[in-house]
């Protein structure tokens, strides 16, 4: 698709960008939660208990946080349409690896190695739509994208489900690693930036310039200097960033019960078959589909009614967050279907305040966006690394309330941190 730069009517080649991200994502999803769907064959072939299963499940989040500074740091000098696509290839071929290991070492190994490797994907993410949106239409493109984590799971969990049945779990890595590494020659092929993109003409380069968007950030890193602990501390040392990090980290920790414990919970505490369990387990996510669009959509639309850009972006945030609260519902009831409805809620809930992507655009240091991401998601998912662990804890006496009190109470503990930590929205000078 080529069109006149010079044309006055805007194109929109950054809807298209906007697709990229969101199959993107899905597939970044895909290859952290897989290891979810196979985890109770798995733990049944190799012998391992609740408490084994926690950590092999968190191997992922200790590089992944570990990494995200240092991910960061990378997304500020080399371009996406080269770091994206490199990461995507790696991790996807180390996902594939996860089918031929027979030991518990050799899933810990491959899951720290996939983290690893994960760790720039969402600064990426971020720092892409800092540059192709233009401020009243981030939360949107944000709230897009990240439902590709939930739309994705939603839709292709019951397929994962459906191929371990038919061939083994083997075969639940060996497919989404394959796509992934499709996926990668995809991105570098077709990605470019605004100012180097053959499908968007000057009107839409000037339409992102003048609503915010960073068009010209590419040209920019090419003079940055190396790494500075100075700017480290920058990230480090202002209160509102430490409420978007530690707001996060309680979101996260909802989202990481869904990615790992969530199947266990169904198949082994709620007694579901697998197919029962692909099935039904799909509505949460379903659900957190429709709210975290639902989020992107209703904010960017409160910043053009004139709303200010702060109260437009942490309403959805911290209502999203007292929703996610009522998880704790699952622990009163019986009825599968109910269960189902209250993980839902709870989901859909989660969803809502997925566009925390969208205070960093607007709050971090415009040299910074990359290191204050990866900060960001360091400390956010240290919850990939708290909960799985947590829980397979608390559950090791063969009750699982203790684990979803857990998820709420993490639930309302971010609401406060943005509603009262974080302040004003306002951009961070350095």
């Not at 990494?67 to 071929?93: E, F, M, N, T």
């Not at 899933?107 to 983290?115: A, E, H, N, S």
């Not at 967050?321 to 009163?332: K, P, V």
């Not at 360091?378 to 203790?402: E, H, Q, R, T, W």
Request: charged share 10%; hydrophobic share 50%; glycine share 10%.
């Amino acid at each position: 698709m080529v069109s006149d730069r010079n044309t006055a009517q805007p194109t929109r080649a950054r809807y298209l960008i906007a697709g990229m991200l969101f199959v993107s994502v899905v597939i970044n999803y895909l290859d952290r939660a897989n290891l979810s769907v196979a985890a109770p064959q798995l733990a049944r072939d190799l012998g391992f208990d609740d408490a084994q299963k926690g950590y092999i499940l968190a191997a992922f989040g200790w590089t992944y946080a570990a990494l995200q500074v240092p991910g960061g740091w990378l997304v500020d000098k080399i371009p996406p349409r080269i770091l994206y696509p490199v990461a995507i290839a790696l991790w996807s071929l180390a996902t594939i690896g996860l089918g031929f290991v027979g030991s518990v070492a050799g899933l810990i190994g491959l899951r720290l190695l996939v983290g690893a490797l994960e760790a720039p994907s969402y600064p990426i993410n971020s720092r892409v739509v800092t540059t192709w949106f233009p401020e009243r239409e981030r939360a949107t493109a944000v709230g897009f994208y990240t439902s590709g984590q939930f739309v994705g799971l939603a839709f292709l969990s019951p397929v994962l489900y459906a191929l371990q049945q038919a061939f083994g779990w083997q075969m639940v890595f060996l497919v989404t690693g394959g796509v992934g590494v499709l996926w990668a020659a995809v991105w570098y092929a077709c990605y470019r930036e605004p100012t180097e993109c053959r499908a968007a003409n000057a009107a839409e380069i000037a339409l992102i310039r003048e609503g915010g968007g960073f068009v010209d950030l590419a040209a920019t890193q090419k003079t940055r200097p190396g790494f500075r602990w100075s700017d480290l501390a920058t990230v480090v040392s202002h209160r509102k960033l430490w409420g978007l990090y530690l707001g996060q980290f309680c979101l996260t920790s909802t989202l990481w019960f869904f990615l790992t414990w969530f199947p266990t919970y169904l198949v082994d505490f709620r007694g579901m078959d697998f197919i029962k369990a692909g099935i039904l387990g799909s509505v949460p996510f379903l659900a957190a589909f429709a709210g975290v669009n639902c989020s992107g959509i209703l904010s960017d639309r409160l910043v053009r009614a004139g709303w200010s850009l702060g109260m437009a972006r942490k309403l959805p945030i911290i209502t999203g967050l007292l929703i996610s609260s009522s998880i704790i519902g699952a622990n009163y009831v019986e009825s599968p279907a109910l269960v189902i409805l209250f993980l839902s809620l709870a989901f859909f809930g989660n969803g809502l305040a997925s566009i925390t992507w969208s205070l960093v655009s607007a709050i971090a240091p415009e040299r910074l966006l990359g290191l204050t991401g990866g900060m960001f998601n360091f400390v956010g998912n240290l919850a990939s690394v708290s909960v799985p662990i947590v829980i397979g804890y608390l559950v090791k006496g063969g009750d699982f309330a203790p684990a979803i009190t857990y998820i709420a109470v993490t639930a309302i503990a971010g609401a406060v941190c943005y509603g009262l930590v974080v302040g004003k929205v306002e951009r961070i000078a350095a």
